[in-house]
């Protein structure tokens, strides 16, 4: 298994740009969360999905968009990047069963910086 | 807002020693996660607790919990260089998609 993939791991953006962050995983997991991790602050929750079809808002959504149209994939949109947007992005995916419920399986992150 | 504190915010220690963190969290939880990053990397889950443990052991880790306190800390006995990473604790609420919050974590620096 691959775990979870993200691309790109770097990026950077003009402010107003837009632009998608891709997350894919194989475990067949439910649950998947976009963080987005700054200096001094953790990681913070931006959006998340509970299945297909269905996403909710987290922490701190303004800004971002998210679709979920198969379990596997989870992308991340950007829809006018601003200079706040800097930061490091990961993707994680979760399950409430099996054998590690709750426990988060993340990307290897995306450094994303707007100039 | 960080549901979660560690502390101290860094550590070091020399090689074979051990280092404990602590956690603080503010609302009931339903579990108790820890984590640990390496630099520039994702993170990877250590251990997680339920509110109805008190400690959990794995490997080299020891986690206990202590819900009337509120608090938890993780115990990493004879570490090692490769040890060094930060460390975060998660709390997690219970429901159908466990909204997991994390701390600002602990900067563990292990010197061989």
């Known amino acids: 298994n691959a775990g979870v993939t993200q691309t790109p791991k770097f990026q950077v953006l003009k402010t107003g740009q837009s632009m998608t962050l891709q997350c894919a995983q194989d475990?067949?997991?439910?649950?998947m969360s976009w963080y987005r991790q700054d200096p001094g602050m953790g990681l913070r929750l931006i959006h998340y999905?509970?299945?297909?079809?269905?996403?909710d808002q987290g922490e701190v959504p303004n800004g971002y968009n998210v679709s979920r149209s198969t379990t596997e994939d989870f992308p991340l949109r950007l829809l006018s990047a601003a200079p706040s947007q800097t930061s490091v992005y990961f993707c994680?995916?979760?399950?409430?069963?099996?054998?590690?419920?709750?426990?988060?399986?993340f990307g290897p992150g995306t450094r994303l910086t707007v100039t | 807002s960080q549901q979660g504190e560690e502390d101290p915010q860094a550590l070091s220690i020399q090689e074979g020693e051990n280092a404990t963190m602590n956690c603080s969290y503010k609302?009931?939880?339903?579990?108790l996660q820890w984590y640990r990053q390496n630099s520039g990397r994702g993170l990877v889950h250590l251990i997680l607790?339920?509110?109805?443990?008190r400690e959990k052991h794995s490997g080299r880790l020891r986690v206990t919990l202590d819900t009337s306190k509120k608090s938890s800390s993780l115990l990493i006995t004879a570490s090692r260089a490769a040890d060094t990473a930060s460390y975060f604790c998660?709390?997690?609420?219970?429901?159908?998609?466990?909204?997991?919050?994390f701390g600002t974590g602990t900067k563990l620096q292990v010197i061989p």
């Open positions: 994680a995916s979760s399950d409430r069963g099996g054998p590690t419920p709750y426990e988060q399986y």
């Open positions: 475990m067949n997991h439910e649950y």
């Open positions: 999905s509970v299945g297909a079809g269905i996403t």
């Open positions: 609302t009931s939880i339903n579990n």
């Open positions: 607790i339920r509110s109805n443990e």
């Open positions: 998660a709390t997690g609420v219970s429901g159908g998609y466990q909204k997991v919050t």
